[in-house]
């Protein structure tokens, strides 16, 4: 059974940089054809993607925040991790990440998450 | 990016079916997949793909599709089947990703 969780500082002040690790267990984070990926959601509102990564490195982001969000790969410790710059009051919310895998249907795609950490919150104050 | 625009909230009765839609430009090009989420809880998929159901989640959930519009159905709603749902789909226009508003599905 894999099982992802969200580690990193639950407050960050205005400006600087948010940064998370999200630590895969049960199974490789090199294995398939799987991505990774970040996903947040303000209190009380809905879920916006971030980003997500594949284990060779290659990388795709949200257009809103793509000037913000770095998002890396360790494959030696099956990590991946989110860096979030600049950060305002307005990226206070849960952060999850998850694993993402594609499935093929009378040549039509879909996409989806079906593993997802637990969340932590995230604060941006002073 | 495109969006995905789901009803805010709809409510069934005890036992009753539901349908939750979810519209948007992607949805002529990828299958949506479908997540609940209960307060304090991490979203869980409940389809993906046409109709695909994970390991777990009961035979009353379905998804369908049709043109922009994305359905996910309860069909003999139970109690415990009130919670959020939210659509998902990669853009059409891009590598990334995109989630519908949300839907709070009410059991009365």
């Known amino acids: 059974q894999v099982q992802l969780q969200e580690s990193g500082p639950g407050l960050v002040k205005p400006s600087q940089t948010l940064s998370l690790t999200c630590t895969v267990s049960?199974?490789?984070?090199?294995?398939?054809?799987?991505?990774w990926s970040w996903i947040r959601q303000p209190a009380g509102k809905g879920l916006e993607w971030i980003g997500r990564i594949y284990s060779s490195g290659s990388t795709n982001y949200n257009p809103s925040l793509k000037s913000r969000v770095t998002i890396s790969v360790d494959t030696s410790k099956n990590q991946f991790s989110l860096k979030l710059s600049s950060v305002t009051a307005a990226d206070t919310a849960v952060y999850y990440c998850a694993r993402g895998a594609r499935i093929a249907v009378a040549g039509t795609n879909g996409y989806y998450f079906d593993y997802w950490g637990q969340g932590t919150l995230v604060t941006v104050s002073s | 990016s495109s969006e995905l625009t789901q009803d805010p909230a709809v409510s069934v009765a005890l036992g009753q079916t539901v349908r939750v839609t979810c519209q948007g430009d992607s949805l002529r090009v990828y299958y949506a997949s479908w997540y609940q989420q209960k307060p304090g809880q991490a979203p869980v998929l409940v389809i993906n793909g046409k109709n695909n159901r994970p390991s777990g989640i009961p035979d009353r959930f379905s998804g369908s599709g049709s043109g922009n519009t994305a359905s996910l159905t309860i069909t003999g709603a139970q109690a415990e089947d009130e919670a959020d749902y939210y659509c998902n789909s990669r853009d059409s226009r891009g590598n990334h990703f995109v989630f519908g508003t949300g839907t709070k599905v009410t059991v009365l």
């Open positions: 049960g199974g490789s984070i090199s294995s398939g054809s799987y991505y």
